[in-house]
């Protein structure tokens, strides 16, 4: 059954430290992305990789950092210098052009 | 660039057709639309996708005025299980650029 799996589903984190969110997909996506959604809001795009080992800043990459090391995983760490980190988070891939995104069901991350 | 702005929320009744549009000025010829359907804590799913005229699949429908500026999402006879989050997206053609609209709030009473 193909699909994104982000892990964990909630998470906590005390303000300083760095956390590292899971995104595993077994589409055969080449394509993967980082997305950030906050209460009431829309989606905001932090990384993006098109291909393995590369990857680009979106809109909101500041405080964030990624890898991509293999086609099937996207994690995304969370850094302390990012100022504002408790957000849903949300992972997608895709694969070829005009191909629909296909998203995780997010991971709820709340630093303290 | 183009930009997408949804209206923020919308009333509906059960069994009513639902009507949401997205306004993106300045989209190519070759640029598409998808949309997406989002409930609380999850994320958004695929509804439809297009470029050009109408699209329907099973669930909804697409219309795309020759103009581009702007897309309509139908959905026939919603139920109370429609209510949730839509999104459109803009998909900028033979680039990676992906532009999110601001999302529409459906609401759907019994």
């Known amino acids: 059954d193909g699909g994104i799996t982000q892990s964990p589903k909630y998470l906590f984190r005390k303000e300083g430290q760095n956390v590292t969110l899971s995104c595993e997909q077994n589409?055969?996506?080449?394509?993967m992305y980082w997305y950030r959604q906050d209460p009431g809001q829309g989606l905001r795009l932090i990384y993006y990789s098109q291909i393995v080992n590369d990857f680009q800043k979106g809109d909101i990459a500041e405080g964030y950092s990624v890898s991509r090391e293999k086609k099937e995983s996207f994690p995304l760490t969370v850094t302390s210098a990012q100022k504002n980190p408790t957000a849903f988070y949300l992972c997608a891939s895709s694969g070829q052009f005009y191909s629909p995104l296909h998203f995780g069901n997010g991971t709820r991350l709340t630093v303290t | 660039l183009a930009k997408t702005t949804q209206p923020i929320s919308m009333d509906s009744y059960e069994g009513q057709e639902v009507n949401i549009t997205c306004s993106h000025n300045n989209i190519a010829t070759n640029d598409y639309i998808t949309w997406y359907q989002q409930f609380p804590s999850q994320g958004p799913r695929f509804i439809i996708q297009g470029y050009k005229t109408k699209v329907t699949n099973e669930v909804a429908s697409l219309f795309i005025p020759a103009d581009r500026k702007s897309s309509t999402l139908s959905l026939p006879r919603v139920s109370l299980s429609d209510t949730a989050v839509y999104y459109c997206l803009v998909g900028i053609y033979n680039t990676d650029k992906l532009i999110f609209g601001t999302g529409t709030r459906l609401q759907v009473f019994p």
């Open positions: 589409l055969n996506h080449d394509a």
